[in-house]
């Protein structure tokens, strides 16, 4: 890794840590190697995003704009390398842990809260 490559990293992971403490979240670093379930219409707003346990390949998040769909092709698998270069914005939202969601919009809009429904899902 990089210089450069390892100050990202740092960067994202303070600002993951400032806003797990913000929405009381214990800090909950993600794994690289696994896969993130992404939506195909990242352009749309609002963002969405959502933390199920990890499971498989995938590291249990999952992130949509628009509306959500129950289509099975809804979310394809996507690295976390490449979703940071789509939307490098939600970055500091990977920290929060399983169970918690986010809402963002281009506009600043943020909320960020825990379902405790997601922890449940099997």
Not at 2 to 13: A, D, P, R
Not at 66 to 93: M, N, Q, R, V
């Amino acid at each position: 890794m990089e210089n450069q490559e390892i100050g990202e990293l740092k960067k994202h992971i303070k600002l993951q840590k400032l806003i797990c403490k913000k929405y009381n979240s214990d800090f909950t670093s993600i794994d690289e190697k696994l896969f993130i379930g992404v939506s195909s219409n990242l352009e749309l707003e609002p963002l969405n995003g959502l933390r199920h346990p990890k499971h498989g390949k995938m590291n249990g998040w999952y992130i949509w704009s628009g509306e959500w769909s129950d289509e099975d092709d809804f979310f394809i698998p996507l690295c976390l390398e490449h979703l940071i270069e789509l939307k490098p914005k939600i970055a500091k939202y990977l920290g929060l842990d399983v169970g918690f969601r986010f809402l963002t919009d281009k506009k600043g809009y943020e909320d960020v809260w825990f379902d405790q429904n997601i922890t449940e899902l099997r």
